[in-house]
Nanobody
Framework: QVQLVESGGGLVQAGGSLRLSCVVSGIIFADNDMAWYRQAPGKQREFVALITRAGNTNYARSVEGRFAISRDNAKNTVYLQMNSLKPEDTAVYYC????????WGQGTQVTVSS
């Protein structure tokens, strides 16, 4: 079955950086677009970033210029580099296989203190 395992979350001060990783198994990783979503307490889940099979990227306006999504097809892994973090970036971050069928990871907590 399809499995997505996120890691790299944690507690960081405002202005700091974190890099999230997501290892995917059970699918042909290189054939799939991949995305990151997040959900803050009391809020709806929201789109953060997308990377296509071809390596094209798209970002939510709130993170553009601060976050960078990338992928390593040899490692079946997608990354989210997060810089200049703000308290409003605090959320559970989810890795998503962004295909006709969407598969979600279990999420990793990111907490940014002011």
């Amino acid at each position: 079955q399809v499995q997505l395992v996120e890691s790299g979350g944690g507690l960081v001060q405002a202005g700091g950086s974190l890099r999230l990783s997501c290892v995917v198994s059970g699918i042909i990783f290189a054939d799939n677009d991949m995305a990151w979503y997040r959900q803050a307490p009391g809020k709806q889940r929201e789109f953060v970033a997308l990377i296509t099979r071809a390596g094209n990227t798209n970002y939510a306006r709130s993170v553009e210029g601060r976050f960078a999504i990338s992928r390593d097809n040899a490692k079946n892994t997608v990354y989210l580099q997060m810089n200049s973090l703000k308290p409003e970036d605090t959320a559970v971050y989810y890795c998503v296989v962004f295909g006709p069928t969407r598969y979600w990871g279990q999420g990793t907590q990111v907490t940014v203190s002011s």
